[in-house]
């Protein structure tokens, strides 16, 4: 699958999922609490070639008393194809209707969560509690197949196992080849375990493994992948088939031209202050759109905050993206510290930089945190 350019530089071939062509294959992935209708459009704005929306639970996708809610939640807009919408829940007789209504809102792929690592949602025999369940796991997916038309992909977000007992490997292969089986178009791997949460590496040894066991079907790897270098890093070591960029994107939207400049051998741009002011203008003003003013101020505090740490005085920054409780604050920062054009700052995505608990069970809104 992996290809050598003539340079000797690692490259990738378009990526495919089911019939949709995605092409570059470094796209936006489901982000809980971030990746929302105005996530998305700026980063597909910025180069990502195919994006994810945060997790809904399927019993709040069929909810139809929650209209506003719904409505934000659910809403895709014609800039934003290739989309996918994302389901967790626990029954697999509501994941088929839930998977018809994302279809319906305009999602172009259904991405099934067997992964979140929370513990309330664990309880709740959803997400990463379903890895050690395959039979529950697969008729979940087989409903979701057989209720969907052809044209429309399902696909998987796994962890590579409950934790690291052979058990928990076995229940893993038994799901990703069972799922292959059923009709899923492509599988994302987060290299970590729903026992390690976030703590510790994602295992790309093993991302390699499970793609080689999986021969032409498509994996795409998750975990880790904060910087342009990380992205060319994993697809050399693992040769998964695309790379689903998560919390290296939150605040970095521009990673995606990044990892398209290094994968071109072009080297990697950081973006003015000029840049980042616009982009954080236009951002605001998408989340403005859908939430209105006081719940985008909230909103978009975190993601300033990430956005300021690729700006020089990143900590005074920050702190002034935290104290904004209105709009005209948010133009007041922006107006004060990003007045003259100057460079950028050269900074990494860390996953200890992302604030990833703002609730630690499904929201009002049916999104759930850090799945
Ligand atoms: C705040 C947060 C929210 C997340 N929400 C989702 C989600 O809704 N759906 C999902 O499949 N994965 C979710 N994830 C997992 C990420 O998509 C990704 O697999 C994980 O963060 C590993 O990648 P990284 O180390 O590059 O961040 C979330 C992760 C974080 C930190």
Same mark, same amino acid.
């Given at each position: 699958m992996r290809s050598q350019s003539p340079t000797g530089r690692a490259s990738l071939k378009a990526l495919r999922i089911g019939p949709i062509e *995605?092409?570059?294959?470094a796209v936006q992935a489901a982000l809980s609490g971030y990746s929302d209708w105005p996530m998305r459009v700026i980063a597909r704005r910025l180069g990502a070639p195919y994006t994810l929306c945060e997790v809904l639970l399927d019993r709040f996708v069929l909810d139809q008393k929650l209209h506003r809610a719904n409505r934000r939640q659910l809403k895709v807009t014609?800039? +934003?194809?290739?989309v996918g919408g994302q389901l967790m829940g $626990?029954?697999?007789?509501?994941f088929a209707p839930a998977a018809l209504k994302l279809v319906d809102a305009g999602f172009d792929v259904v991405d099934i969560n067997f992964g979140c690592p929370v513990k309330k949602v664990l309880g709740r025999c959803r997400g990463g509690f379903l890895l050690g369940q395959p039979r529950t796991a697969l008729e979940i997916v087989a409903r979701v197949r057989e209720a969907l038309p052809a044209t429309v992909p399902v696909t998987l977000k796994m962890r590579r196992? *409950?934790?690291?007992?052979t058990q928990s490997r076995d229940h893993f292969d038994e799901i990703f080849s069972g799922a292959f089986e059923l009709g899923v178009a492509a599988i994302t791997v987060h290299g970590r375990t729903v026992a390690q949460r976030? =703590?510790?590496?994602?295992d790309w040894d093993i991302l390699a493994d499970i793609k080689r066991q999986a021969g032409e079907r498509v994996v795409l790897g998750s975990g880790d992948l904060f910087s342009a270098t990380a992205c060319l890093e994993m697809i050399a070591r693992t040769g998964v088939n695309g790379l689903s960029i998560?919390?290296? $994107? *939150?605040?970095?939207?521009?990673i995606f031209g990044q990892v398209r400049d290094a994968l071109a051998g072009r080297p990697v741009r950081w973006p003015t202050l000029f840049e980042q002011r616009d982009v954080l203008a236009e951002h605001f003003a998408l989340s403005r759109e859908t939430y209105g003013d006081q719940r985008s101020c909230a909103l978009m505090r975190k993601f300033g905050i990430k956005y300021a740490q /690729?700006?020089?005085l990143h900590a005074e920054v920050s702190r002034a993206f935290v104290a904004v409780k209105s709009p005209g604050e948010w133009h007041g920062v922006l107006a004060r510290w990003y007045a003259e054009d100057a460079a950028g700052r050269a900074a990494e995505s860390h996953g200890? /930089? =992302? +604030?990833?608990?703002?609730?630690?069970?499904?929201?009002?809104?049916?999104s759930v945190a850090a799945a």
């Open positions: *995605i092409g570059f294959p014609d800039e +934003e194809h290739p $626990a029954d697999p007789a509501q196992g *409950i934790d690291d007992s976030y =703590v510790g590496p994602s998560a919390r290296g $994107a *939150i605040g970095n939207p521009w /690729l700006h020089p200890d /930089l =992302v +604030e990833c608990a703002p609730c630690d069970a499904p929201g009002a809104d049916g």
